[in-house]
Every structure is written in structure tokens, then in C-alpha cells.
């Protein structure tokens, strides 16, 4: 097989990708082979690839490959989400564009655009993936609204809603407005912002006069009052929410607010009066001690129109404008509404006074520029204490091991303080929520099918008709989905004696990012055991957030997140994966800087050219020289221990460590060492052969080092591979086992005494440059009293270009020494250096460390800073100090020696 002179990985990836595909390399069946199972963190159907995917995905190709070559039945399954609440906003923006509303179309109108937009986009993503080298068994792509899939999600809500463990009820929601839909506690993310604090007033309704008004200022009341009378202040950052205001509250206990005791007070603008209650839940210490309670608009508000049976007015619609139960503003937006009302209540004298306010505000995750609104609603939800009771267990035991550990604790307080999960969302697209209404009170019956809803309702009213029956409109969140995943990929909701549930799971890794431990990982664990009784993964490998090198999480918005893809097109499928690895330390943020892209593909260069090198050999049948024989002896060892140092690294899930362990492997120690001692020699300018031995164990090592490194980067490596020897047709690295033994103790030893040889080797090369001495020329190197390293002159010899090796007493005059641990060694330089030149260079040192060491000595002599400055800071000038003072005696000894040699 002819190699091109340069890589070129355009054509390499797209060649080796299909060889793939066409030989099913990553197919799976279920045989007697141990199984390694992962499935995708299904990605937006929609979506297209960016960073995180980038890094999530080269993560779970590594170890699945990986997997494979360890002799494993390797199975990654991929699939994609249908993301309601995304894909319905795409679709909606869509139909806006051509002039239609959603809600101008029937439902199943509605879902053929949908399907269509589905269709159309659905598989960017996972074709992206192929770019990336992602060995996923293609024909086992699953769809979360697919057949088998919506089947299982509606046999498990109607199981959960026989057990008791889902309900309906009117519940105060997080909404969102853009997309007019419910979401779950965990889909809210909360910004800090710069708000207002308004003090409104709350004057006293009949309050005429207070005819003990000293006798309650003296009890520590603080009485508001101007010329239009009595008042309470209460301080609120939502003055549009005052429509809806049904009752004031204060703490029974506080003494300021005595004063308010059974009185009724006006809201502002609007003009009801409303009663003044009493209840510990507010905060004596927090603003004036008086609060206004808006039972339809805030959580905490809600339950005290509960407690206090006050009256509900939802002042917002859908959408976040006014509603029409709101006196004034009606049809308003929400935010507008909030700058209106302040100036009309500062136009009415109705404001005491606005201060500058940080607070935390809740933003939709799906749509961040929406802030979301607490609502009202009649919702579907899951009773989530039993499933905390059954998941937080094996996650607290390490039966599911979570890299790194440190999200156990967020896990664990996460499950400690639970909620009930909101699974219903306003939308069309999704699955739609199997429950049956069968009369006009609202009664309804929960089933798999209309058919099986239409039974269970004649069984309580025998007169009901199929024309009766009403499905809810709603679909389930899509979580509700995903958290079947591991599960319903193998069918094992319909078909829980399936030999693939039983053979594939529990899954073995789940890579993903630590944003989603609550929406997706710990929903996992629970249908996990809810549903099949066992964990639905054993270690789950969080990453971090890809920011750029300035720290900064990527976004479109601040335009600086690469497109994956012409990241690959400019630097290769290997150098991208190579440079994501290189900066992606386990549940640690990755500062992503294009540069390790670079470095990736220099590294691609590095072994396309080792490569040629070795190939481009000449080979005879001769002696093995003795530096040969060393090398190999000692690569052969390092091969083994850097194994034995991946086997622990991916052990411990510190993938990044490893890929530099093998990259340092293959650069440092094969390329800049192993072959440089093994390299025929050139004479008269001619290359000469390499002896046989030599040259299949360099071959031998290529193989072991291009397995080592497959994984990471699988494109070059197959293509070298497939070079390396005669292959047939459908052979690949992909199905090649990497197995070495483990080294021995004389191996240890030997690699250990290399890289003592290494040091000598860079000390007679240090003084080359040091004396300006030409490669070329030929050195002789005393070894000063003995020479411990005498079994490796051969290759000492060899790498430092010497003449002879002598073990002298003392050393010669003219010698450049250097040290070895303990050991002296020197190099004897006679006549090869100008003695003139030598001296005046010397001189030169010399004069430029007496001026530094004056400098050192005149701060040591000033008082003052001996006995103000750090303790530190002196020691560090002492040491200054007597290093000068060495370095200058050593110098005046090497120029008196070099001047008696003149």
C-alpha cells in the first residue's frame, strides 16, 4: 500500500468510515462475548452538532472503541429526542413565516408539519456524528416518539397512574410564556439580575385617626401617615403583580406592624380593599414586615390563600399580557406593564420611594430569554418520594460510581429535597397523555388505547360511547421519555424477557454533562430499578462545560463557539478529537482553544512521517547491532508499563491522562528515542540497511502503538495499520486486541537505567551547544571513577556520537563536566574549542554575576529590609547569594585552568 507523502485526512476519514459501514464493524448481537453497552444521550432531533456534543461524543467513540479491543461485545446505541418544547417552537416559527398561527390548524394538521419539519432536519446530527469517526450501531438508531418507544412511555404512565403515583391536580406551576407551556422546577434556571425594590402604599381603609397612636409607637410600631392619611409600606419588584392582590400579610409577632391588627387596607391604583392577615411565614426582618399576597402569581402566596381561604385573580394570560380580570392594563404586556404602572403609581403619589435591587429571576431552559412566570394550573404530576427512596441508595454505595465523585453530594441534596414532577406541557407535539375524559364534570379514565379507555369508562357508565370519549389535550414532558432510554432502546418496557434486555443491560458507561444529573441521569436510576430492578448503568462519567480559552461558555450569542465541522474539515476528524481530549479532564470545565486542534494535527504529521520513515527502510539479513538490541529490549519493556498505565487511567475514568500518557509514548520515547538508537547509519551519505530483527520489532511496536492509540484517534491509525502488513479485505484495527504482559522487574529496572542513559546522552549534547561543536564531530566521554552504565555504552555511544567511553580518575583540564544522579561524567575538549574565545565568553559571565551578586549584597546590607521584609523574600536573596558566589568561584577556577593551557 503506497502512502502519500503528506497526510490527508479528508480522504483517509471518508474512506475508512465506509469501509466500516460496509463491513458492519460496529454492529452488535447478542452473543457469549462480554458485552459493553452504551446509549447516546439522545440530542435534539432538530439540533445540529456543536462543542459539547463534539466532546460528549468523542468521550463514549473512545471507550467504545476501546471496549472492542479488549475483546468485548461492543454496542453504542444512537438515537435522538423529539425536544417538545424546542422542535414545537421551530415548527411554530415556521408556520409563522408562511402566515399560518398553530392554533389556526388541528392538531393533526399541526403534527404533519411537525413530522415534516422532523423528517427534513432529523438526521443532521447523527450524520455529523459519522464526520466525527462515532462508532455507533447505526441500525439500531432509535427515535423517542418512534413505534416502540411512545409504546413503552404510555405503558409506563398508565402503570405509574395505577400505582397511585401519578395525579392530577391544580397546582402552582413555573410557565412559560413564549412557549405556553408548564415546566418542571428542574427546566428553571435562575439568573441573578439588577431589579427594583418598590415601596408602595398601602393606605389604611376608615382610618381616621389613631387615638393611641404614642401608646403604639411606644411599643415599637412603626405608623405610617400624609395628608391623605394612614399607611403600610410594602415593598415589592413585581408592582404589576398588584391586580391580583387578595390580602396583606404580617407576622403575628412583630412588633412594628401591631398597628395593622384586623384592619383592612386599599391596593393601590386598583382601589380593593383588602384584610390584613396574620401568618409566621413572613419575615419580620425582610423590608417593612409587610407583604402583599397574590394568591394566583407566586408559590409561597398560594399556599397562604390556601391556609387563609383568600380569593384567586389571575391577572395574566397565557402569553404574560394582562388578563381581563385585571381592572386595569388589560391586554398589556407583562414587562411593559411593569414600567406603566410604576410611573402611574408615582403619577398618583401612590410610591414612596424605588431602590436599585439584586435579585434572582427564573429563565426557561428551553427558551433563555423568557422569563418564566408562576402559574396557576390544572397539571399532570409524579410522586417523586418513592422513586428518591429507591435511587439514592446505590448512587450513596457506589454501586453506580459517578467521575468525578463530587457530584454525588449534588445527587444526593437534589433527592433529599425532592419534588413532584410536572409532566404535563402544553403542546401538541409529544406524546400525548392517555387519559380519557367521559363526560362534561371532567371524570376520566387513564388506558394504552382509546379502545381500552372506552371499556373502563362503560364500566363506571355503561351509556358512554366512543363519541364521548375526550383524550387529553396535553403532551408528557419529554424527560418522561428519556428517562426509559437505557430501557426502552433493548424494548424492555413491552418485552421485559427480551434477550437483549437481558443481555445489554445494565448499560456499562453513561457519559454526559453534570447540566442534566437531575432532568436525565438520576430519572435513569429510578425507571432503572422502578422497571427492571437493577441500575441502568454502572459509572457515569460527567464532563465539563466547553468554554473558550478566555473562560467564557460558548454561545451563538457571543459568537465564539466553532462550527464542529469546519473545525474537521480544517484540522481533521483525529486532530479535533485529540484536541478536545488534550483539555477535557473529567467533570472539569474545557478551556477550548483552536491551537490543540493544531497540536492534533501536527501529531497526525508526526506519525505519517515515523511512519514513511520506518517503511523507507532498507532491510538485510545481518547481526543485530548491540544498541539495537538495548532498544528493543527497552521499548519492549516501556511498551508494557505505559499499557499497564492506561489499564489504571481508564480504570479511574482520567481519559485526557491517558491519551497524553500513549501521546507522549509515541512522540518522546519511539520517535525522538527509540528510533533515533535503531536508525541505520549513513555513510558517505548513503543510508545502510537495518538488520532484519530490528526492523520487525520496530514494525511490532507500530502495530502496538497505532492499537494504543485507535481509540483517540481511529482514522490514521486504521489507515497505518491497514499499511503496516498485508491485510485482507474486511480485516481492521477496530477488531484487533491489544494484550501485553506485565512487566517484569528486570524490564522496571531497565527502563529505569534508560532514562539515566537518556541524561548522559543530553549532557554530552548540552555541551555541543554549549561549545558550538558540530553533531558531526565525534567526542570522547569520561566517565569520572567508574562507569555504571557500561551495559549501555553501545547505545550511549551511538546517540551522543562519541569516539570512546574511558573511565579515568580525575578528569582532563580542558573537560566540560556534567551530572548523573551521583555519577561525574565529563567531555575532554582539547583543541576544539578557541581557548581566546572561551576565556573572553567566561570573562564575560563572570563580570555580568559580580555585578548581580554587588546588587544581591547591598539589599542584605540594608537593615531596614532585612527586618521588614517577608521571611521569604530575605531567604530567597541569600540564596541568590551563595548561588553567585558558586557560580563565580567555579567560573575564576575554569578560567585559570583555561589560561594555563594557553
Given at each position: 500500500?503506497?502512502?502519500?507523502?503528506?497526510?490527508d485526512?479528508?480522504?483517509v476519514e471518508?474512506?475508512?468510515?465506509?469501509y466500516?459501514?460496509?463491513?458492519?464493524?460496529?454492529?452488535s448481537?447478542?452473543?457469549?462475548?462480554?458485552?459493553?453497552?452504551i446509549?447516546?444521550p439522545?440530542?435534539?432531533?432538530?439540533?445540529?452538532?456543536?462543542m459539547?456534543?463534539m466532546?460528549?461524543n468523542t468521550?463514549?467513540?473512545?471507550?467504545?472503541?476501546?471496549?472492542?479491543?479488549?475483546?468485548?461485545?461492543?454496542?453504542?446505541?444512537p438515537g435522538?429526542?423529539?425536544?417538545?418544547?424546542?422542535?414545537e417552537?421551530?415548527v411554530?416559527?415556521?408556520?409563522?413565516?408562511q402566515?399560518i398561527?398553530k392554533?389556526?390548524l388541528?392538531r393533526?394538521?399541526?403534527?404533519?408539519h411537525?413530522?415534516?419539519?422532523?423528517?427534513?432536519?432529523?438526521?443532521?446530527i447523527?450524520?455529523?456524528?459519522?464526520?466525527?469517526?462515532?462508532?455507533?450501531?447505526w441500525?439500531r438508531?432509535?427515535?423517542?416518539?418512534d413505534?416502540?418507544?411512545?409504546?413503552s412511555?404510555?405503558?409506563?404512565?398508565?402503570?405509574?397512574?395505577?400505582?397511585?403515583?401519578?395525579?392530577?391536580?391544580?397546582?402552582?406551576?413555573?410557565w412559560?410564556?413564549?412557549?405556553?407551556?408548564?415546566l418542571?422546577?428542574?427546566e428553571?434556571?435562575?439568573?441573578?439580575?439588577?431589579s427594583?425594590?418598590?415601596?408602595?402604599k398601602?393606605?389604611?381603609?376608615?382610618?381616621?385617626?389613631?387615638?393611641?397612636?404614642?401608646e403604639?409607637?411606644?411599643?415599637g410600631?412603626?405608623?405610617h401617615k400624609d395628608?391623605k392619611?394612614?399607611?403600610a409600606?410594602?415593598?415589592t419588584?413585581r408592582?404589576?403583580t398588584?391586580m391580583?392582590?387578595t390580602?396583606?400579610?404580617i407576622?403575628?409577632?412583630d412588633?412594628?406592624?401591631?398597628w395593622?391588627?384586623g384592619?383592612k387596607v386599599i391596593v393601590?391604583?386598583?382601589?380593593?380593599?383588602?384584610?390584613?392577615?396574620?401568618?409566621?411565614?413572613v419575615?419580620?426582618?425582610?423590608?417593612?414586615?409587610?407583604?402583599?399576597?397574590t394568591?394566583?402569581h407566586?408559590?409561597?402566596?398560594?399556599m397562604?390563600?390556601?391556609?387563609?381561604?383568600?380569593e384567586?385573580?389571575?391577572?395574566?394570560?397565557?402569553?404574560?399580557t394582562?388578563?381581563?380580570?385585571?381592572?386595569?392594563?388589560?391586554?398589556?404586556?407583562?414587562f411593559?406593564?411593569?414600567?406603566?404602572?410604576?410611573?402611574d403609581?408615582q403619577a398618583?403619589?401612590?410610591?414612596?420611594?424605588?431602590e436599585?435591587?439584586t435579585n434572582?429571576?427564573?429563565?426557561s431552559?428551553?427558551?433563555?430569554?423568557t422569563?418564566?412566570?408562576?402559574?396557576?394550573s390544572?397539571?399532570?404530576?409524579l410522586r417523586m418520594?418513592?422513586?428518591a427512596?429507591?435511587?439514592?441508595?446505590p448512587?450513596?454505595?457506589?454501586d453506580?460510581?459517578?467521575y468525578?465523585?463530587?457530584?454525588?453530594?449534588?445527587?444526593?441534596?437534589?433527592?433529599?429535597?425532592?419534588?413532584d414532577?410536572?409532566?404535563?406541557r402544553?403542546l401538541?407535539?409529544?406524546?400525548?397523555?392517555?387519559a380519557?375524559y367521559?363526560?362534561?364534570?371532567?371524570?376520566?379514565?387513564?388506558?394504552?388505547?382509546?379502545?381500552?379507555a372506552l371499556?373502563?369508562?362503560?364500566?363506571?357508565?355503561?351509556?358512554?360511547?366512543?363519541?364521548?370519549l375526550?383524550?387529553?389535550?396535553?403532551?408528557l414532558?419529554?424527560?418522561?421519555?428519556?428517562?426509559?432510554?437505557?430501557?426502552?432502546?433493548f424494548?424492555?418496557?413491552?418485552?421485559?424477557?427480551?434477550e437483549?434486555?437481558a443481555?445489554?443491560?445494565?448499560?456499562?458507561?453513561?457519559v454526559?454533562?453534570?447540566?442534566?444529573?437531575?432532568?436525565?441521569?438520576a430519572?435513569?436510576?429510578?425507571?432503572?430499578?422502578?422497571?427492571?430492578?437493577?441500575?441502568p448503568?454502572?459509572?457515569?462519567?460527567?464532563?465539563?462545560?466547553?468554554r473558550?480559552?478566555?473562560?467564557?461558555k460558548?454561545?451563538?450569542s457571543?459568537?465564539n463557539?466553532?462550527?464542529?465541522?469546519?473545525?474537521?474539515?480544517?484540522f481533521g476528524?483525529?486532530g479535533?478529537?485529540?484536541g478536545?481530549?488534550?483539555?477535557?479532564?473529567a467533570?472539569?470545565?474545557?478551556?477550548?482553544d483552536?491551537?490543540?486542534?493544531?497540536?492534533?494535527?501536527?501529531?497526525?504529521?508526526k506519525i505519517?512521517?515515523?511512519?514513511?520513515?520506518?517503511?523507507?527502510?532498507?532491510?538485510?539479513?545481518?547481526?543485530?547491532?548491540e544498541?539495537?538490541?538495548?532498544?528493543?529490549?527497552w521499548?519492549?519493556?516501556?511498551?508494557?508499563m505505559?499499557?499497564e498505565?492506561?489499564?489504571?487511567?481508564?480504570s479511574?475514568?482520567?481519559?485526557s491522562?491517558?491519551l497524553?500518557?500513549?501521546?507522549?509514548?509515541?512522540w518522546?520515547?519511539?520517535?525522538?528515542?527509540y528510533?533515533e538508537?535503531v536508525?541505520?547509519?549513513?555513510i558517505?551519505g548513503?543510508?545502510?540497511?537495518?538488520?532484519?530483527?530490528?526492523?520487525?520489532a520496530?514494525?511490532?511496536f507500530f502495530?502496538?502503538?497505532?492499537?494504543?492509540?485507535?481509540?483517540?484517534?481511529?482514522?490514521?491509525?486504521e489507515?497505518?495499520w491497514?499499511?503496516?502488513?498485508?491485510?485482507k479485505?474486511?480485516?481492521?484495527?477496530?477488531?484487533?486486541?491489544?494484550?501485553?504482559?506485565?512487566?517484569?522487574?528486570?524490564?522496571?529496572?531497565?527502563?529505569?537505567?534508560?532514562?539515566?542513559?537518556?541524561?548522559?546522552v543530553?549532557?554530552?549534547r548540552?555541551v555541543?551547544?554549549?561549545k558550538?561543536i558540530?553533531?558531526?564531530?565525534?567526542?570522547?566521554?569520561?566517565?569520572v571513577?567508574?562507569?555504571n552504565?557500561a551495559?549501555?555504552?553501545?547505545v550511549?555511544?551511538?546517540?551522543?556520537?562519541?569516539s570512546?567511553?574511558?573511565?579515568?580518575?580525575?578528569?582532563?583540564?580542558?573537560?566540560?563536566?556534567f551530572m548523573?544522579?551521583?555519577?561525574?561524567f565529563?567531555?575532554?575538549?582539547?583543541?576544539?574549542?578557541?581557548i581566546?574565545?572561551?576565556?573572553?565568553k567566561?570573562?564575560?559571565?563572570l563580570?555580568?554575576?559580580?555585578g548581580?551578586?554587588?546588587?544581591?549584597?547591598?539589599k542584605?546590607?540594608?537593615e531596614r529590609f532585612?527586618a521588614?521584609?517577608?521571611?521569604?523574600?530575605v531567604a530567597?536573596e541569600?540564596?541568590?547569594?551563595?548561588?553567585?558566589?558558586?557560580k563565580?568561584?567555579?567560573?575564576k577556577?575554569?578560567?585559570a585552568?583555561?589560561?594555563a593551557?594557553?
Amino acid at each position: 500500500m503506497e502512502l502519500a507523502s503528506k497526510y490527508d485526512p479528508k480522504e483517509v476519514e471518508s474512506k475508512w468510515y465506509q469501509y466500516w459501514l460496509d463491513h458492519k464493524m460496529f454492529a452488535s448481537k447478542p452473543d457469549s462475548r462480554q458485552p459493553y453497552t452504551i446509549v447516546i444521550p439522545p440530542p435534539n432531533v432538530t439540533g445540529v452538532l456543536h462543542m459539547g456534543h463534539m466532546l460528549n461524543n468523542t468521550i463514549q467513540d473512545i471507550l467504545v472503541r476501546r471496549a472492542r479491543m479488549e475483546g468485548k461485545n461492543a454496542c453504542w446505541v444512537p438515537g435522538t429526542d423529539h425536544a417538545s418544547i424546542a422542535t414545537e417552537a421551530k415548527v411554530v416559527k415556521k408556520l409563522a413565516e408562511q402566515g399560518i398561527k398553530k392554533h389556526d390548524l388541528t392538531r393533526d394538521e399541526f403534527l404533519k408539519h411537525a413530522w415534516d419539519w422532523t423528517d427534513e432536519h432529523g438526521g443532521i446530527i447523527l450524520k455529523q456524528l459519522r464526520r466525527l469517526g462515532a462508532s455507533c450501531d447505526w441500525d439500531r438508531t432509535a427515535f423517542t416518539m418512534d413505534e416502540k418507544r411512545s409504546k413503552s412511555v404510555i405503558k409506563v404512565f398508565v402503570d405509574l397512574y395505577n400505582k397511585g403515583l401519578i395525579y392530577r391536580g391544580l397546582r402552582m406551576v413555573n410557565w412559560d410564556p413564549k412557549a405556553l407551556t408548564a415546566l418542571s422546577t428542574e427546566e428553571v434556571i435562575y439568573r441573578e439580575e439588577k431589579s427594583h425594590l418598590f415601596h408602595l402604599k398601602y393606605y389604611v381603609d376608615g382610618l381616621v385617626q389613631l387615638d393611641n397612636q404614642a401608646e403604639l409607637e411606644e411599643a415599637g410600631n412603626i405608623i405610617h401617615k400624609d395628608a391623605k392619611g394612614y399607611y403600610a409600606v410594602v415593598a415589592t419588584t413585581r408592582p404589576e403583580t398588584i391586580m391580583g392582590d387578595t390580602a396583606m400579610c404580617i407576622n403575628p409577632k412583630d412588633p412594628k406592624n401591631q398597628w395593622l391588627k384586623g384592619r383592612k387596607v386599599i391596593v393601590p391604583l386598583v382601589g380593593r380593599v383588602i384584610p390584613v392577615i396574620e401568618d409566621r411565614y413572613v419575615d419580620i426582618e425582610f423590608g417593612t414586615g409587610c407583604l402583599k399576597v397574590t394568591p394566583a402569581h407566586d408559590t409561597n402566596d398560594y399556599m397562604l390563600g390556601k391556609t387563609h381561604n383568600l380569593e384567586t385573580i389571575d391577572i395574566f394570560n397565557a402569553d404574560g399580557t394582562i388578563s381581563e380580570q385585571s381592572p386595569l392594563y388589560v391586554g398589556m404586556d407583562r414587562f411593559d406593564c411593569r414600567k406603566q404602572i410604576a410611573k402611574d403609581l408615582q403619577a398618583a403619589e401612590l410610591m414612596e420611594r424605588i431602590e436599585d435591587y439584586t435579585n434572582k429571576v427564573g429563565y426557561s431552559e428551553r427558551n433563555p430569554d423568557t422569563a418564566i412566570e408562576p402559574r396557576l394550573s390544572l397539571q399532570w404530576f409524579l410522586r417523586m418520594q418513592h422513586f428518591a427512596d429507591i435511587a439514592l441508595p446505590p448512587v450513596m454505595n457506589d454501586d453506580i460510581k459517578f467521575y468525578p465523585t463530587k457530584y454525588k453530594t449534588t445527587y444526593k441534596n437534589w433527592l433529599e429535597n425532592i419534588q413532584d414532577w410536572c409532566i404535563s406541557r402544553q403542546l401538541w407535539w409529544g406524546h400525548r397523555i392517555p387519559a380519557y375524559y367521559y363526560n362534561e364534570e371532567g371524570d376520566f379514565v387513564v388506558a394504552e388505547s382509546r379502545e381500552e379507555a372506552l371499556k373502563l369508562a362503560q364500566q363506571k357508565n355503561p351509556s358512554v360511547t366512543d363519541a364521548d370519549l375526550r383524550q387529553d389535550e396535553d403532551a408528557l414532558d419529554t424527560w418522561f421519555s428519556s428517562w426509559l432510554w437505557p430501557i426502552s432502546l433493548f424494548d424492555g418496557i413491552n418485552n421485559p424477557q427480551s434477550e437483549e434486555l437481558a443481555y445489554y443491560y445494565p448499560t456499562a458507561d453513561l457519559v454526559t454533562g453534570p447540566d442534566i444529573i437531575f432532568f436525565w441521569v438520576a430519572r435513569m436510576i429510578m425507571a432503572g430499578y422502578e422497571y427492571v430492578g437493577k441500575m441502568p448503568f454502572k459509572h457515569v462519567y460527567f464532563t465539563g462545560i466547553v468554554r473558550d480559552k478566555l473562560g467564557r461558555k460558548m454561545s451563538k450569542s457571543l459568537g465564539n463557539s466553532p462550527d464542529p465541522i469546519e473545525l474537521i474539515e480544517k484540522f481533521g476528524a483525529d486532530g479535533v478529537r485529540m484536541g478536545m481530549m488534550l483539555s477535557a479532564p473529567a467533570g472539569n470545565d474545557i478551556l477550548f482553544d483552536e491551537s490543540l486542534c493544531e497540536q492534533g494535527r501536527n501529531f497526525n504529521n508526526k506519525i505519517w512521517n515515523a511512519f514513511r520513515l520506518v517503511k523507507g527502510w532498507q532491510v538485510a539479513d545481518v547481526e543485530q547491532p548491540e544498541a539495537s538490541k538495548t532498544a528493543v529490549a527497552w521499548f519492549d519493556a516501556k511498551l508494557k508499563m505505559v499499557n499497564e498505565e492506561l489499564q489504571d487511567l481508564f480504570s479511574k475514568y482520567r481519559i485526557s491522562e491517558a491519551l497524553m500518557a500513549v501521546y507522549k509514548l509515541f512522540w518522546d520515547e519511539f520517535s525522538s528515542w527509540y528510533l533515533e538508537m535503531v536508525k541505520p547509519a549513513y555513510i558517505n551519505g548513503v543510508a545502510q540497511a537495518v538488520d532484519r530483527t530490528t526492523f520487525d520489532a520496530t514494525l511490532r511496536f507500530f502495530d502496538t502503538l497505532l492499537k494504543m492509540l485507535h481509540p483517540f484517534m481511529p482514522f490514521i491509525t486504521e489507515e497505518l495499520w491497514q499499511a503496516l502488513y498485508e491485510r485482507k479485505e474486511g480485516e481492521s484495527i477496530m477488531r484487533e486486541c491489544l494484550t501485553l504482559a506485565t512487566p517484569t522487574d528486570s524490564e522496571r529496572k531497565l527502563a529505569d537505567d534508560i532514562e539515566q542513559v537518556k541524561q548522559i546522552v543530553s549532557g554530552v549534547r548540552m555541551v555541543r551547544n554549549q561549545k558550538n561543536i558540530a553533531p558531526k564531530e565525534a567526542l570522547e566521554l569520561q566517565a569520572v571513577g567508574a562507569n555504571n552504565y557500561a551495559d549501555y555504552n553501545a547505545v550511549i555511544t551511538k546517540m551522543a556520537n562519541l569516539s570512546a567511553i574511558n573511565v579515568v580518575t580525575e578528569k582532563d583540564a580542558t573537560a566540560s563536566a556534567f551530572m548523573v544522579s551521583t555519577d561525574e561524567f565529563a567531555v575532554p575538549l582539547g583543541n576544539m574549542i578557541d581557548i581566546d574565545a572561551e576565556i573572553e565568553k567566561q570573562e564575560a559571565q563572570l563580570k555580568h554575576l559580580e555585578g548581580f551578586l554587588a546588587g544581591v549584597i547591598k539589599k542584605l546590607s540594608n537593615e531596614r529590609f532585612v527586618a521588614n521584609a517577608p521571611e521569604a523574600v530575605v531567604a530567597l536573596e541569600r540564596k541568590k547569594q551563595s548561588d553567585s558566589e558558586e557560580k563565580i568561584a567555579a567560573l575564576k577556577e575554569s578560567i585559570a585552568t583555561l589560561k594555563a593551557q594557553k
